[in-house]
């Protein structure tokens, strides 16, 4: 595979805090266009690995390229033009609760394009709202007035606003239901068919995996273990590959992916539920 079909290239990566190391010789690379899922344990690092990828934190060893460009500890005007190509969405969408919806939106527009006017700034954060699945008038909301699924989409909405090549996501569905948490899923995988995008999705949701991820990278024993499909990795011996993946949510995860890949789930009765959803998130915050 050359570097071009690379988006994220991590070698030997090393982190630790105090006493604890949390990486020593961590190597991933993320294919251009895929969705891949990060899992392991509560506490292998998987933010931490995020973090090291989009520089909020300097490893005490290794090398992170993103598109080819090594990327530690730089601030310079090569390392900021490939920091515009990503978007990221924090844990709880990390929204500033004193700004609206569309100000969050518009906040790395304003960092990045300065010159951009009052109008076009407010019909960009209003397109990339309603990409996101919310309503044009989920715009003049604070945070606090939206649900839990909406702070995620406009969370999502701020993600895009640079129009990313990467996206990063950390465990987006966390807190939704599942029949938000499968809409949420629908969303991403169309963003990424749609826009192309590359997707590094750190998840806890095996529904998720199922879905829509197209490798996933296992985190253990202070490394990423294996990296892989589904069926590639259920194909390994290791005992904590086999307990997740086999484990009863596990099975009940991969039997509903089945049940909906042979049409015996009904979809139509599962769009419904989805736009039920949509509606009362909608309502619940009054957009
Ligand atoms: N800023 C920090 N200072 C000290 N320790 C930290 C810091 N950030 C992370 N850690 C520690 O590093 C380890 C990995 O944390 P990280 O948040 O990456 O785990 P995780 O795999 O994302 O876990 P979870 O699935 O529970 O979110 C944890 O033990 C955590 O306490």
């Not at 010789?25 to 506490?43: A, F, N, T």
């Not at 601030?75 to 969050?104: H, M, P, Y």
């Not at 007035?145 to 966390?174: H, I, Q, V, Y």
């Not at 086999?242 to 789930?265: K, V």
């Given at each position: 595979?050359?570097?071009?079909?690379?988006a994220?290239?991590?070698?030997?990566?090393?982190?630790?805090?105090?006493e604890?190391?949390?990486?020593?010789?961590?190597?991933?690379?993320?294919?251009?266009g895929?969705i891949?899922?990060?899992?392991?344990?509560?506490?292998?690092?998987k933010?931490v690995?995020?973090?090291?990828?989009?520089?909020?934190?300097?490893?005490?060893?290794?090398?992170?390229?993103?598109?080819?460009?090594?990327?530690?500890g730089?601030?310079?005007?090569e390392?900021?033009?490939?920091?515009?190509?990503?978007?990221?969405?924090?844990?709880?969408?990390?929204?500033?609760s004193?700004?609206?919806?569309a100000e969050?939106?518009?906040?790395?527009?304003r960092?990045?394009?300065?010159r951009l006017?009052?109008?076009?700034?407010?019909?960009?954060?209003?397109?990339?709202?309603?990409?996101?699945?919310?309503?044009?008038?989920?715009g003049?909301?604070?945070?606090?007035?939206?649900?839990?699924?909406?702070?995620?989409?406009?969370?999502?909405?701020?993600?895009?606003?640079l129009?990313?090549?990467?996206?990063f996501?950390?465990?987006p569905t966390a807190?939704?239901?599942?029949i938000?948490a499968a809409?949420f899923d629908?969303?991403?995988?169309?963003l990424?068919?749609?826009?192309?995008?590359?997707?590094?999705?750190?998840?806890?949701?095996?529904?998720?995996?199922?879905?829509?991820?197209?490798?996933?990278?296992?985190?253990?024993?202070?490394?990423?273990?294996?990296?892989?499909?589904?069926?590639?990795?259920?194909?390994?011996?290791?005992p904590?590959i086999?307990?997740?993946?086999?484990?009863?949510?596990?099975?009940?995860?991969a039997?509903?992916a089945?049940?909906?890949r042979?049409g015996?789930?009904?979809?139509?009765?599962a769009d419904?539920?989805r736009?039920?959803?949509?509606?009362?998130?909608?309502t619940?915050?009054?957009?």
């Amino acid at each position: 595979m050359s570097d071009r079909d690379i988006a994220v290239h991590v070698a030997g990566l090393k982190n630790g805090f105090g006493e604890q190391v949390v990486h020593d010789g961590l190597d991933l690379d993320v294919k251009r266009g895929e969705i891949i899922g990060v899992v392991g344990g509560s506490g292998t690092g998987k933010s931490v690995l995020m973090r090291s990828i989009i520089g909020l934190q300097t490893p005490q060893a290794g090398e992170v390229e993103v598109f080819g460009i090594p990327m530690i500890g730089r601030e310079d005007t090569e390392a900021k033009s490939v920091r515009r190509r990503w978007g990221v969405l924090f844990q709880g969408g990390a929204l500033f609760s004193t700004l609206t919806v569309a100000e969050n939106v518009e906040v790395p527009l304003r960092e990045y394009y300065p010159r951009l006017g009052e109008k076009l700034l407010d019909e960009i954060a209003s397109y990339k709202i309603v990409m996101s699945g919310l309503a044009a008038e989920a715009g003049p909301k604070y945070p606090s007035e939206l649900s839990g699924g909406m702070r995620k989409r406009a969370g999502l909405a701020r993600a895009l606003a640079l129009d990313p090549e990467l996206l990063f996501l950390d465990e987006p569905t966390a807190g939704l239901d599942p029949i938000g948490a499968a809409a949420f899923d629908e969303l991403i995988k169309s963003l990424q068919q749609t826009l192309g995008l590359t997707v590094f999705l750190i998840t806890h949701d095996l529904d998720t995996l199922y879905a829509i991820c197209d490798r996933v990278a296992v985190l253990a024993d202070r490394k990423v273990i294996a990296v892989g499909t589904i069926e590639e990795l259920l194909a390994l011996d290791h005992p904590w590959i086999q307990e997740y993946f086999n484990g009863p949510r596990g099975r009940l995860a991969a039997d509903s992916a089945d049940r909906l890949r042979e049409g015996e789930l009904d979809e139509a009765q599962a769009d419904k539920a989805r736009q039920q959803q949509a509606a009362a998130e909608a309502t619940a915050g009054g957009a």
